[in-house]
């Protein structure tokens, strides 16, 4: 069954930093990885789908990389901003599986002005 | 529609009652999905249906739990005789094309069972 770590739960910065979120997986056998922004109340807004045989992929001034063989997958925020400020969460989609997401717990992100 | 809509927002029922969550998915959308969101805690997988046909059931908690996608497009979920750990947020989600996998979320109903 796969599992989805992110650490840290909780992160704050200064406006300005570039930042890495952190996201593992135990199945390497997966189809695709999605990053999504979740705002207080909101539902989910995807950011960036990486495909299994994609390395990475770039919106703005967001990037994401996949590394399936170590179950690893970063995404990096350039030149935060107060507006960056949300829970970050990582979903896998197996190969095996009906094609359903799942999620790690999260990255709570605070960007101080 | 522009989105995924549901409906109602916010709902608070009394232990012991039965609520309906609906869902309505981006127009033309095959594969509609519902999540089930505890606090502080990333989505959890409830049921999926490709069309009309309920494909997998297996995140459904309890058989308190059903869901129906009758035309192929909006969706009930039903939860009988709620009990206090049924609070959560329940997402819909839905994807177009079977081969196309990104999923696009509604903005939840937010459950509270009292």
């Known amino acids: 069954k796969q599992e989805v770590t992110q650490i840290p739960a909780a992160l704050s910065v200064p406006e300005g930093e570039n930042l890495v979120l952190n996201c593992s997986f135990t199945?390497?056998?997966?189809?695709?990885l999605q990053w999504f922004r979740q705002d207080p109340g909101k539902g989910l807004t995807s950011l960036l789908l990486?495909?299994?045989?994609?390395r990475e992929q770039t919106s703005g001034r967001l990037n994401a990389s996949l590394d399936k063989s170590s179950g690893r997958s970063t995404l990096y925020i350039a030149a935060s901003q107060p507006g960056d400020s949300a829970t970050y969460l990582c979903a896998a989609i197996s190969s095996g599986s009906a094609r359903q997401l799942t999620f790690g717990s999260g990255t709570q992100l605070t960007v101080l002005p | 529609g522009a989105g995924v809509s549901q409906s109602p927002r916010y709902k608070v029922a009394k232990r012991g009652q039965d609520v309906a969550l609906r869902c309505d998915p981006i127009?033309?959308?095959?594969?509609l999905f519902w999540y089930q969101q505890a606090l502080g805690q990333g989505p959890e997988f409830l049921t999926y249906?490709?069309?009309?046909?309920?494909?997998?059931k297996s995140g459904l908690p309890s058989d308190r739990f059903f869901a129906e996608r009758p035309e192929g497009s909006v969706s009930t979920l039903k939860i009988q005789r709620t009990q206090q750990e049924d609070s959560a947020v329940y997402l819909c989600a839905s994807s177009g094309s079977p081969g196309s996998y990104e999923q696009y979320f509604g903005p939840g109903t937010r459950l509270t069972v009292t």
């Open positions: 127009s033309g959308h095959v594969s």
């Open positions: 990486i495909q299994s045989s994609q």
């Open positions: 249906f490709q069309n009309e046909a309920q494909l997998d």
């Open positions: 199945d390497s056998a997966i189809y695709n």
